[in-house]
């Protein structure tokens, strides 16, 4: 594992205990409408038979968020979830993701050694999650070996704007300067939150993750910007 990675883990290890408070803080609860759309695009692009007895993997899963929203839409929706696990490295955020889903199995483990079979899962999903991936194509190859060929891939990212417009620069704004201050009152860790607008801007853009996707075994199947391009939803299928 890279210095790099380890700083990344061990500063989410840090803020584990305010993570959630914090999200529900920053994000006015908005994310909730991007989540459930994440979970119905991929219910619909599963063929019917995998919907009978699906497995999901949730990588970089946290405190377990996106967990509870796959749940929540499958009963919606009268899917049969026959096993949903969670993965990420932090051991500070799978204690508190136990801690709230303990029926859940939790793994602890970086996305690129995901210890499970060849061909396992119906859908994978990773929400905010992989640009904090440092080895990133490694991991979107090891998306697509634990996947079944047609498997759903669902990422939730925020993405770096190309030619940012008025709301797009004011929501950077806020995402910059705002969103730091505020997320470091709550966790008293200026530094992790300042982490958050600096990883953006650092990231690619939807178009160059959706290349990444194709080179990697994915037909990208939708892509869509929310909130002023801030977040990006991406679906594609494992070919």
């Known amino acids: 594992m890279s210095d790099k990675q380890q700083k990344i883990i061990s500063m989410f290890d840090d803020i584990a205990n305010s993570y959630d408070l914090a999200n529900r803080v920053m994000s ?17 692009n599963l063929s ?13 899963c946290g405190t377990g968020d996106m967990i509870t929203h796959w749940q929540k839409n499958a009963k919606n929706a009268k899917i ?36 499970f079979l060849d061909n396992e ?3 994978l999903s990773i929400a905010y999650g992989i640009r904090n991936v440092v080895e ?8 697509a070996r634990v996947l079944k060929k047609g498997g759903i891939l669902v990422i939730l990212e925020f993405t770096k704007c190309e030619n940012p ?9 806020y995402t910059k300067n705002i969103l730091p201050f505020v997320g470091g009152i709550i966790s008293k860790n200026y530094r992790a939150y300042k982490y958050l607008p600096d990883s953006i801007e650092e990231f ?12 990697n075994g994915f037909e990208p199947l939708y892509t869509k910007s929310f909130s ?7 679906v594609a299928r494992r070919k």
Request: charged fraction near 25%.
């Open 80 to 115: 049969n979830l026959q096993k949903i696990v969670g993965a990420d490295p932090s051991s500070g955020m799978l204690e508190v993701a136990k801690k709230k889903l303990p029926q859940i199995d939790f793994t602890q483990c970086e996305a690129t050694k995901l210890p």
């Open 228 to 234: 002023a391009n801030v977040c990006t939803l991406f």
């Open 121 to 123: 899962f119906d859908i």
């Open 204 to 215: 690619l853009t939807a178009n160059k993750l959706n290349l990444e996707l194709q080179e």
């Open 28 to 44: 006015c609860g908005i994310d909730i409408a991007w989540r459930k759309k994440a979970c119905n695009l991929a219910f619909k």
């Open 48 to 60: 019917t038979e995998n919907l009978q007895s699906l497995k999901i993997l949730d990588v970089a």
């Open 165 to 173: 417009k008025m709301l797009e620069k004011f929501m950077g704004f």
């Open 136 to 143: 990133r194509k490694k991991a979107l190859s090891e998306f």
